[in-house]
């Protein structure tokens, strides 16, 4: 890797097999109050924060859903089954800031996920202690696909954009980080690559030990 660059990782769906678990407890909430569709309305909502969110589900189910009560119900369980058994951790994800961490790399976090949870999260897998810099959604008005988090953080690390990485799952993540005049790779979750998102990334990859693979290359 080149001098001054640095690796900025979304949490959710890239440090974090998470994203499945929001969904089934969309879905299992969503069945107490005969909704249908949670997958539909889940998926534009990957890579954003809770007020996007909040809109996006609102412009599916109508502007009477009583969204509050609906994301805290799914909010509880969700956290019921971390406290059980905490949040799986994706495949590579130690090797990889294993190995950034022993060339001083700097790493930071650029999530949509609110700081506390994702500082919570981080602490409780173990990992927190690897970055620099941890972002969450709540710290800025405007959310991913903006560019806003990723400038933020790169202003923090003090590093340029142009020299700094930024390893997404989402479409939103990808255009955010590409939009900030970064670097993206994409290691797909949920959503599939894109043409769109080939265009902007400037390589996809399977999961983070070929990330770690790839920057060993360059």
């Given at each position: ?138 710290q800025l008005k405007r959310s991913k696909p903006e560019p806003d988090i990723y400038l ?34 994409m290691v797909p979750d949920m959503l599939p690559p894109t043409e769109e998102m080939r ?12 990330v770690k693979v790839w920057f060993m290359a360059q």
């Open positions: 890797m080149i001098d001054g660059s640095a690796v900025i990782f979304d949490m959710d769906g890239v440090i974090f097999d998470s994203e499945r678990l929001v969904l089934d407890c969309w879905e299992k909430i969503g069945a107490k109050y005969h909704l249908e569709g949670m997958r539909e309305a889940f998926l534009p909502c990957i890579g954003t924060n809770d007020v996007r969110t909040r809109e996006i589900v609102l412009e599916h189910y109508g502007k009477d859903f009583p969204y509050d009560e609906f994301r805290r119900e799914s909010s509880q369980l969700y956290h019921s089954i971390v406290d059980q058994g905490g949040l799986p951790v994706k495949t590579g994800v130690l090797e990889l800031l294993s190995y950034l961490t022993e060339r001083n790399i700097p790493i930071a976090v650029a999530s949509s996920t609110r700081l506390e949870v994702v500082t919570q999260e981080l602490k409780q897998a173990g990992l927190h202690e690897f970055f620099s810099v941890v972002m969450g959604g709540d933020m953080t790169c202003d923090r690390l003090g590093v340029r954009p142009t020299y700094a990485y930024a390893i997404e799952d989402s479409y939103n993540g990808i255009r955010s980080a590409y939009s900030a005049g970064m670097k993206p790779i265009e902007k990334s400037v390589i996809v990859l399977e999961d983070l030990l070929r």
